[in-house]
């Protein structure tokens, strides 16, 4: 994306800001000419031979044409251009000859004059043919580059017109037109330009229950994922009105024109923000769209859009080559150009002003939550239409869109989030929150305004810093605030953090400034779960019961009404972020500038017009990819690794040599966003929070950028200033990412204090955004050891699988856990209120809600709170089960849009991703206050001192994110792998990961040692029981088995005596003739056939076999894992390896491989396998002796068989 154009434009873009200096730059976003500092001629993408210069004239004078200057005025540098490359070119000629004339030793002849005069004359008139507006609008047809505007005729009027010659009035009579630009073609151009067909084709649908496109939302999946022979093009359609002329003059109303775009939906939100990519349709002047109507403006438009959804559009690009489908998705605006091309009324104080719903004005102004029977429908609209009265309804007329295939206007759902927040919510709520705080003496309106004047925005606000606040907006809080859309926001995100300290805890009218900060992070987020759609809903309705209960003198306004309808607008469409106005309206701002400059508004349609499309040629000609100006690096410098003082691990990462060279940048542009040295990113969001690290170098190598970080400490989210304490690690965690890695692409400014400690302002995604529901039916049998609120809960499917008869078996059930929520809160005095006012007024308010939670979350942690490794950690399946008694209990709290009807209290987490909900914020914050007030958190009583964590959560963060990157030097390797295995064995056993993203978590984890080291640590007192034991079990199951089994030479097929056996031969036999004598069953309780249990433990391969391989090659379901496996002969291999998800992992001897294989079970938190899993179980418990249940009968009589020749022997002891 170009550097000028974030996804939050402000009042002025960059490129055009000084006026007259930068009036030869592009305008509409259209990219600039290759120079000597960034792209080189290459990037014109043009072959050789189209490189002549009738070509750079071409795309020299669309250039001038696409800047902000008038025609004239390019018609004057051309003829000025011309004459200078005459004289030019003159006196090269003159120079030329005389060099000639003294290497020839005399004049040349008349011929070589003659040729070298018409060289020189054939490029002295560059621009021959094209000196005129007019020929250079033709040649550029010609190129196939530009397509110029239509004017559609609206009808005749006549117009007062002064004759000169005759000084007289005279009456005249004018046409009334409109500029239109070819849907079809100008979509077929765009389509064509390199690339685009590639990303528009990308899209695809999230994962089960993530929002992060209009894919992944109901009305797509309803209207459009039928079976469809060509590819579905969405489309958006904006209508809004501005202003060209000085909107203070005598001038105001007269020229302002009514603008329609097109936008491609399925492009990437990076790619949509961009000007040149947003397409215009149409241009009307305000008053003839009032005389003639709007839909005498939208009829060219909806038929060409009728047209290309029936019979398809044909692209030809390097892409793709075949017909797509247009299709328009929704109409976006402001909201009374939405109610205006829809048909609704165009008045937000009509008694049914919501084209969402038909609630009256009245009780709009008090409702807190959607109600489902007030929505409007086709068939209420069609009602509607009959009943024919605006007053009833808020239906004026039927939009002539509703012709359109697979469109209806009831089903155009995009609200206006850019002017319901940013200019209606936000600066509503926050001048009358300051009013109240100024008014109760926490500070004074010279305190805020010196504060937003100091206060360091960073690069990224910069340009969006607010103005200082007036007297005059307090006290008319609800008019126009002095500030732009980017400036408002600017200053609602930054405001916590200026002011906070400030501010009582108790504060009400703080409290409700806060809340509408989680809502608009929330609905700002690219990426959302549904589960945080319920959770907004709730948060929507605390807002509201809140702003009413603190304004009691002030009603819900309309842009607040439009709230409720936010979270089932979510689930419909997708994040909202995708629909937003706000680029629509910077372009607008580049039209406006146009005008002011050419100053010609004789038909000032016709010139915006045909600018913008000039504009848009000049982009055609330059056949640039769309996604050639992703990123954009400056101030570079070509520097050693070496020079950069980085460890080896950070330069193995780069695939550099300290003493290569790379590149390295001062700043970075992604997406628009500026990135410097020293900026803080987020990399990453984990349960308890977002890790945050500080850029130290922008590095390039083999095209391709690489930021190197430091990790960040969190020390703690402070909700009341919206911002996180952080402070560097102890000792420095170094990492490298690439810019696509990072969790949120927006760059992060610090607080201008010098403390060690410092603040970072949240405007990232809420931790809402990233959880997701499951909806599991209500079963809730879940594992037994599943104690985060980050676990999957798994379902038992009771079908048995007779494809896979070696697919391990479901995890054990748990015991189902009823909660009674009434009889909880019975047993406090507060709890027994809240209770009383739930039933009373059919809702719960804010502060019974708090009551609610904090007396079930602590009857939760006191009864099931205590897990094996961290305190305050209740299985997912427990919180879920809290969540429905309280729906239980209180019927009219359950959510009906909800799945499971409790989603706002608990929603449990999946794929790596947090739990959202009531009763999970309340936990983390027991969690924090925990860390906080006692140092650390408490351990549960029957946690062994072994198993404390020896660093924090936060800690461990970084120590997993630092050993993802490196691998040396080995000791750190192996002591923050020690420092984190209690922190890894939680989320192993914790999540729904499974063993390949295990290892992708911890790839540390497959080198040689660390399984164990990780078993040692958690089970220090276990570790070497197979070595200390197996020299004396060995024999005595050798015999055992002899007896037990006179098929084991058979099925080993082993031909050998027993006496003939040395220690260490009859040590592996022992291990071979487990399986014998402890053979394990499947699902369906059928014992497993002899030589399927013995391979299932240990394979037998020849010394030749490719173990890598075989490993590679090998089907899960058929050959579970882990298992161990030998080359060479079965009592005596030449090698022995442990495979585990297709992973090989050496040993010397088949005991340390079994040893190593064991542990794998136990520190991955793997099930053991059916075919085997007696074995297992007998190393579980009779060798390691560790807690175990469910032991098989086999394994008790060969345990009790070991017992008693102990006990022999030990008796034969003592009487020798």
Same mark, same amino acid.
């Given at each position: 994306?170009?550097?000028?154009?974030?996804?939050?434009?402000?009042?002025?873009?960059?490129?055009?800001?000084?006026?007259?200096?930068?009036?030869?730059?592009?305008?509409?976003?259209?990219?600039?000419?290759?120079?000597?500092?960034g792209n080189?001629?290459?990037?014109?993408?043009?072959?050789?031979?189209?490189?002549?210069?009738? @070509?750079?004239?071409?795309?020299?004078?669309?250039?001038?044409?696409?800047?902000?200057?008038?025609?004239?005025?390019?018609?004057?540098?051309?003829?000025?251009?011309?004459?200078?490359?005459?004289?030019?070119?003159?006196?090269?000629?003159k120079?030329?000859?005389?060099?000639?004339?003294?290497?020839?030793?005399?004049?040349?002849?008349?011929?070589?004059?003659?040729?070298?005069?018409?060289?020189?004359?054939?490029?002295?008139?560059?621009?021959?043919?094209?000196?005129?507006?007019?020929?250079q609008?033709?040649?550029?047809?010609?190129?196939?580059?530009?397509?110029?505007?239509?004017?559609? #005729?609206?009808?005749?009027?006549?117009?007062?017109?002064?004759?000169?010659?005759?000084?007289?009035?005279?009456?005249?009579?004018?046409?009334?037109?409109?500029?239109?630009?070819?849907?079809?073609?100008?979509?077929?151009?765009?389509?064509?330009?390199?690339?685009?067909?590639?990303?528009?084709?990308?899209?695809?649908?999230?994962?089960?229950?993530?929002?992060?496109?209009?894919?992944?939302?109901?009305?797509?999946?309803?209207?459009?994922?039928?079976?469809?022979?060509?590819?579905?093009?969405?489309?958006?359609?904006?209508?809004?009105?501005?202003?060209?002329?000085?909107?203070?003059?005598?001038?105001?109303?007269?020229?302002?024109?009514?603008?329609?775009?097109?936008?491609?939906?399925?492009?990437?939100?990076?790619?949509?923000?961009?000007?040149?990519?947003?397409?215009?349709?149409?241009?009307?002047?305000?008053?003839?769209?009032?005389?003639?109507?709007?839909?005498?403006?939208?009829?060219?438009?909806?038929?060409?859009?009728?047209?290309?959804?029936?019979?398809?559009?044909?692209?030809? &690009?390097?892409?793709?080559?075949?017909k797509?489908?247009?299709?328009?998705?929704?109409?976006?605006?402001?909201?009374?150009?939405?109610?205006?091309?829809?048909?609704?009324?165009?008045?937000?104080?009509?008694?049914?002003?919501?084209?969402?719903?038909?609630?009256?004005?009245?009780?709009?102004?008090?409702q807190?939550?959607?109600?489902?029977?007030?929505?409007?429908?086709?068939?209420?609209?069609?009602?509607?239409?009959?009943?024919?009265?605006?007053?009833?309804?808020?239906?004026?007329?039927?939009?002539?869109?509703?012709?359109?295939?697979?469109?209806?206007?009831?089903?155009?759902?995009?609200?206006?989030?850019?002017?319901?927040?940013?200019?209606?919510?936000?600066?509503?709520?926050?001048?009358?929150?300051?009013?109240?705080?100024?008014?109760?003496?926490?500070?004074?309106?010279?305190?805020?305004?010196?504060?937003?004047?100091?206060?360091?925005?960073?690069?990224?606000?910069?340009?969006?810093?607010?103005?200082?606040?007036?007297?005059?907006?307090?006290?008319?809080?609800?008019?126009?605030?002095?500030?732009?859309?980017?400036?408002?926001?600017?200053?609602a995100?930054?405001?916590?953090?200026?002011?906070?300290?400030?501010?009582?805890?108790?504060?009400?009218?703080?409290?409700?400034?806060?809340?509408?900060?989680?809502?608009?992070?929330?609905?700002?987020?690219?990426?959302?779960?549904?589960?945080?759609?319920?959770?907004?809903?709730?948060?929507i309705?605390?807002?509201?019961?809140?702003?009413?209960?603190?304004?009691?003198?002030?009603?819900?306004?309309?842009?607040?009404?439009?709230?409720?309808?936010?979270?089932?607008?979510?689930?419909?469409?997708?994040?909202?972020?995708?629909?937003?106005?706000?680029?629509?309206?910077?372009?607008?701002?580049?039209?406006?500038?146009?005008?002011?400059?050419?100053?010609?508004f004789?038909?000032?349609?016709?010139?915006l017009?045909?600018?913008?499309?000039?504009?848009?040629?000049?982009? &055609?000609?330059?056949?640039?990819?769309?996604?050639?100006?992703?990123v954009?690096?400056?101030?570079?410098?070509?520097?050693?690794?070496?020079?950069?003082?980085?460890?080896?691990?950070?330069?193995?990462?780069?695939?550099?040599?300290?003493?290569?060279?790379?590149?390295?940048?001062?700043?970075?542009?992604?997406?628009?966003?500026?990135?410097?040295?020293?900026?803080?990113?987020?990399?990453?969001?984990?349960?308890?929070g977002?890790?945050?690290a500080?850029?130290?170098?922008?590095?390039?190598?083999d095209?391709?950028?690489?930021?190197?970080?430091?990790?960040?400490?969190?020390?703690?989210?402070?909700r009341?200033?919206?911002?996180?304490?952080?402070?560097?690690?102890?000792?420095?965690?170094?990492?490298?990412?690439?810019?696509?890695?990072?969790?949120?692409?927006?760059?992060?400014?610090?607080?201008?204090?010098?403390?060690?400690?410092?603040?970072?302002?949240?405007?990232?995604?809420?931790?809402?955004?990233?959880?997701?529901?499951?909806?599991?039916?209500?079963?809730?049998?879940?594992?037994?050891?599943?104690?985060?609120?980050?676990?999957s809960?798994?379902?038992?499917?009771?079908?048995?699988?007779?494809?896979?008869?070696?697919?391990?078996?479901?995890?054990?059930?748990?015991?189902? $856990? @009823?909660?009674?929520?009434?009889?909880?809160?019975?047993?406090?005095?507060?709890?027994?209120?809240?209770?009383?006012?739930?039933?009373?007024?059919m809702?719960?308010?804010?502060?019974?809600?708090?009551?609610?939670?904090?007396?079930?979350?602590?009857?939760? $942690?006191?009864?099931?709170?205590?897990?094996?490794?961290?305190?305050?950690?209740?299985?997912?399946?427990?919180?879920?089960?809290?969540?429905?008694?309280?729906?239980?209990?209180?019927?009219?709290?359950?959510?009906?849009?909800?799945?499971?009807?409790?989603?706002?209290?608990?929603?449990?987490?999946?794929?790596?991703?947090?739990?959202?909900?009531?009763?999970?914020?309340?936990?983390?914050?027991?969690?924090?206050?925990?860390?906080?007030?006692?140092?650390?958190?408490?351990?549960?009583?029957?946690?062994?001192?072994?198993?404390?964590?020896?660093?924090?959560?936060?800690?461990?963060?970084?120590?997993?994110?630092?050993?993802?990157?490196?691998?040396?030097?080995?000791?750190?390797?192996?002591?923050?792998?020690k420092?984190?295995?209690?922190?890894?064995?939680?989320?192993?056993v914790?999540?729904?990961?499974?063993?390949?993203?295990?290892?992708?978590?911890?790839?540390?984890?497959?080198?040689?040692?660390?399984?164990?080291?990780?078993?040692?640590?958690?089970?220090?007192?276990?570790?070497?029981?197979?070595?200390?034991?197996w020299?004396?079990?060995?024999?005595?199951?050798?015999?055992?088995?002899?007896?037990y089994?006179?098929q084991?030479?058979?099925?080993?097929?082993?031909?050998?005596?027993?006496?003939?056996?040395?220690?260490?031969?009859?040590?592996?036999?022992?291990?071979?003739? #487990?399986?014998?004598?402890?053979?394990?069953g499947?699902?369906?309780?059928?014992?497993?056939?002899?030589?399927?249990?013995?391979?299932?433990?240990?394979?037998?391969?020849?010394?030749?076999?490719?173990?890598?391989?075989?490993?590679?090659?090998?089907?899960?379901?058929?050959?579970?894992?882990?298992?161990?496996?030998?080359r060479?002969?079965?009592?005596?291999?030449?090698?022995?390896?442990?495979?585990?998800?297709?992973?090989?992992?050496? @040993?010397?001897?088949?005991?340390?491989?079994?040893?190593?294989?064991?542990?794998?079970?136990?520190?991955?938190?793997?099930?053991?396998?059916?075919?085997?899993?007696?074995?297992?179980?007998?190393?579980?418990?009779?060798?390691?002796?560790?807690?175990?249940?469910?032991?098989?009968?086999?394994?008790?009589?060969?345990?009790?068989?070991?017992?008693?020749?102990a006990?022999?022997?030990?008796?034969?002891?003592?009487?020798?």
């Amino acid at each position: 994306m170009p550097r000028n154009e974030s996804h939050e434009p402000s009042d002025s873009l960059n490129e055009v800001n000084n006026g007259s200096t930068n009036s030869c730059i592009p305008e509409f976003g259209a990219p600039s000419l290759p120079n000597e500092e960034g792209n080189t001629e290459e990037d014109l993408d043009c072959d050789e031979d189209e490189k002549d210069i009738s @070509y750079l004239v071409a795309v020299f004078i669309a250039r001038l044409k696409a800047s902000s200057i008038s025609s004239a005025l390019v018609e004057n540098i051309l003829r000025d251009v011309e004459e200078l490359t005459s004289c030019i070119l003159h006196t090269v000629k003159k120079e030329v000859v005389e060099i000639i004339s003294t290497s020839m030793g005399g004049f040349p002849s008349d011929e070589v004059t003659s040729q070298f005069e018409k060289a020189f004359e054939d490029q002295s008139c560059p621009f021959a043919g094209m000196h005129s507006h007019h020929l250079q609008k033709v040649h550029f047809q010609q190129m196939g580059a530009l397509i110029l505007p239509e004017e559609k #005729l609206l009808g005749y009027q006549f117009q007062s017109k002064f004759e000169k010659k005759s000084g007289t009035q005279l009456q005249v009579q004018e046409a009334e037109t409109f500029q239109y630009i070819p849907l079809a073609k100008s979509l077929k151009k765009f389509l064509e330009i390199p690339g685009v067909m590639q990303v528009v084709l990308g899209s695809k649908q999230s994962e089960d229950n993530i929002l992060s496109s209009y894919y992944d939302g109901d009305y797509y999946k309803e209207k459009f994922t039928n079976e469809r022979e060509n590819p579905v093009i969405p489309l958006l359609l904006y209508h809004d009105d501005f202003e060209t002329a000085n909107p203070l003059g005598s001038k105001r109303g007269k020229h302002k024109v009514s603008s329609f775009y097109i936008s491609v939906l399925s492009l990437p939100l990076k790619y949509q923000a961009r000007l040149d990519n947003i397409l215009l349709v149409a241009l009307a002047k305000s008053c003839l769209v009032t005389k003639y109507s709007i839909d005498e403006i939208l009829k060219p438009i909806k038929e060409e859009l009728i047209d290309l959804s029936r019979n398809g559009l044909n692209i030809v &690009s390097r892409d793709f080559n075949g017909k797509v489908q247009p299709q328009l998705f929704q109409v976006i605006g402001d909201n009374l150009g939405m109610n205006s091309i829809l048909g609704y009324v165009q008045s937000f104080s009509a008694n049914y002003y919501c084209r969402f719903c038909k609630g009256h004005r009245s009780y709009l102004q008090k409702q807190l939550t959607e109600e489902i029977q007030l929505l409007r429908t086709k068939q209420s609209y069609i009602d509607d239409l009959g009943v024919n009265d605006a007053s009833k309804t808020g239906l004026r007329y039927q939009s002539i869109l509703n012709e359109i295939d697979n469109y209806h206007v009831v089903d155009n759902m995009t609200p206006d989030i850019m002017h319901d927040f940013a200019e209606g919510i936000v600066p509503l709520e926050l001048h009358l929150v300051l009013d109240r705080l100024i008014d109760r003496g926490f500070i004074t309106l010279e305190e805020v305004n010196s504060q937003i004047r100091s206060f360091n925005y960073g690069f990224v606000d910069q340009k969006n810093k607010p103005c200082p606040i007036r007297v005059s907006v307090l006290a008319n809080p609800g008019g126009a605030s002095g500030q732009s859309a980017s400036q408002m926001l600017c200053l609602a995100f930054n405001f916590p953090l200026m002011l906070g300290d400030k501010i009582g805890r108790d504060c009400g009218e703080w409290e409700l400034f806060l809340l509408l900060l989680d809502i608009l992070k929330i609905i700002m987020s690219q990426t959302i779960s549904i589960s945080a759609t319920f959770v907004l809903k709730a948060l929507i309705r605390d807002h509201h019961e809140l702003f009413l209960s603190t304004f009691p003198d002030r009603l819900l306004t309309p842009k607040q009404h439009f709230l409720i309808h936010y979270p089932r607008l979510i689930r419909t469409l997708g994040p909202l972020c995708q629909y937003s106005t706000m680029r629509f309206e910077g372009k607008h701002k580049v039209f406006k500038r146009v005008a002011h400059v050419c100053n010609n508004f004789q038909n000032i349609c016709k010139t915006l017009a045909q600018k913008h499309q000039l504009a848009q040629c000049y982009g &055609s000609l330059l056949k640039q990819s769309i996604d050639q100006r992703d990123v954009e690096l400056t101030q570079e410098e070509v520097v050693h690794l070496s020079d950069l003082n980085l460890n080896r691990a950070i330069a193995n990462k780069l695939s550099c040599k300290e003493n290569e060279e790379v590149i390295t940048a001062g700043v970075m542009y992604l997406n628009g966003y500026e990135f410097r040295q020293g900026t803080h990113v987020i990399t990453k969001w984990t349960e308890e929070g977002p890790i945050f690290a500080q850029i130290k170098y922008i590095c390039a190598k083999d095209s391709k950028v690489y930021l190197i970080i430091e990790y960040l400490k969190v020390v703690h989210y402070e909700r009341h200033l919206h911002a996180y304490h952080i402070k560097p690690h102890e000792e420095v965690l170094e990492g490298v990412v690439i810019p696509a890695e990072l969790f949120d692409y927006r760059p992060f400014q610090k607080d201008n204090t010098d403390s060690p400690i410092s603040m970072l302002s949240e405007r990232s995604q809420h931790p809402y955004v990233t959880n997701q529901c499951i909806s599991n039916d209500n079963c809730w049998d879940i594992a037994s050891d599943s104690h985060s609120s980050g676990s999957s809960d798994v379902c038992i499917d009771s079908a048995s699988s007779s494809e896979a008869p070696f697919r391990p078996p479901p995890l054990k059930r748990q015991k189902r $856990v @009823y909660f009674l929520a009434k009889d909880i809160l019975s047993q406090n005095a507060s709890g027994r209120r809240a209770a009383a006012n739930i039933e009373k007024q059919m809702f719960c308010s804010k502060k019974d809600r708090h009551i609610v939670v904090d007396l079930l979350t602590n009857y939760m $942690v006191q009864e099931h709170g205590e897990s094996l490794y961290f305190s305050f950690r209740p299985s997912s399946f427990i919180k879920g089960a809290l969540a429905e008694s309280v729906i239980n209990a209180f019927p009219c709290l359950k959510d009906p849009d909800a799945p499971l009807g409790y989603e706002a209290w608990y929603c449990k987490g999946s794929s790596g991703r947090p739990a959202t909900g009531y009763i999970e914020e309340h936990l983390r914050y027991i969690r924090k206050r925990a860390i906080l007030v006692g140092g650390k958190q408490p351990k549960a009583d029957n946690m062994k001192k072994e198993y404390a964590p020896e660093v924090s959560e936060e800690e461990a963060v970084m120590m997993v994110e630092w050993l993802k990157s490196n691998c040396s030097p080995q000791d750190k390797v192996e002591v923050y792998m020690k420092k984190t295995a209690a922190y890894r064995r939680n989320v192993i056993v914790t999540s729904s990961m499974n063993v390949g993203k295990i290892f992708l978590e911890y790839p540390r984890l497959l080198d040689r040692g660390q399984i164990e080291q990780d078993f040692s640590t958690l089970y220090p007192l276990k570790s070497g029981h197979l070595s200390a034991k197996w020299n004396s079990y060995a024999p005595l199951i050798v015999n055992y088995c002899d007896q037990y089994s006179d098929q084991w030479k058979e099925v080993l097929q082993i031909d050998i005596s027993l006496d003939a056996l040395n220690q260490y031969e009859k040590e592996n036999l022992a291990f071979a003739m #487990l399986p014998l004598v402890l053979r394990g069953g499947t699902k369906m309780k059928k014992k497993t056939l002899l030589p399927e249990a013995v391979k299932s433990f240990i394979d037998i391969k020849p010394e030749v076999t490719d173990v890598t391989h075989y490993a590679k090659h090998l089907n899960e379901k058929v050959v579970p894992q882990p298992f161990i496996l030998c080359r060479g002969c079965r009592i005596n291999p030449s090698q022995t390896y442990v495979i585990i998800e297709r992973n090989v992992l050496s @040993y010397q001897t088949l005991h340390e491989a079994i040893d190593a294989c064991f542990k794998c079970f136990h520190v991955l938190h793997i099930e053991y396998q059916p075919a085997c899993y007696s074995v297992w179980k007998f190393f579980e418990s009779v060798v390691y002796e560790m807690p175990s249940g469910n032991i098989p009968n086999c394994v008790r009589e060969i345990r009790a068989y070991l017992s008693s020749r102990a006990a022999i022997e030990n008796d034969h002891g003592k009487t020798a």
